[in-house]
């Protein structure tokens, strides 16, 4: 069994910046962010595999956030930079066995943590 635990949420201006973090109990190998807006599906934001060496992001994200994890401390982080007030959602820590986009192939998850930029 594996436990997710987010932080680093909070409120930022448009163009800030913001680090999310992800502490793991028990063995991760695949993990991933996802974000859920209010009335809107989890969305995918980014995703790493076991060794770091490999990531992915939507377009909507793709050059302001970065996913990156430190298996000597069982975390991983997401630097978000130039937010924008679309950014704004419950980010989501996820663990499973494969990197992908798709939710259904992550199976913990964390409690979430709120990001909202403001305008």
């Known amino acids: 069994q594996v436990q997710l635990i987010e932080s680093g949420g909070g409120l930022v201006q448009a163009g800030g910046s913001l680090r999310l973090s992800c502490a793991a109990s028990g063995r991760t190998y695949a993990m991933g962010w996802f974000r859920q807006a209010p009335g809107k599906e989890r969305e995918f934001v980014a995703a790493?595999?076991?060794?770091?060496?490999?990531?992915g992001y939507p377009d909507s994200v793709k050059g302001r956030f970065t996913i990156s994890r430190d298996n000597a401390k069982n975390t991983m982080y997401l630097q978000m930079n130039s937010l924008k007030p679309e950014d704004t959602a419950v980010y989501y820590c996820a663990a499973g066995l494969t990197a992908t986009a798709r939710v259904q192939d992550f199976d913990y998850w964390g409690q979430g943590t709120q990001v909202t930029v403001s305008s």
């Open positions: 790493i595999n076991w060794s770091g060496i490999n990531a």
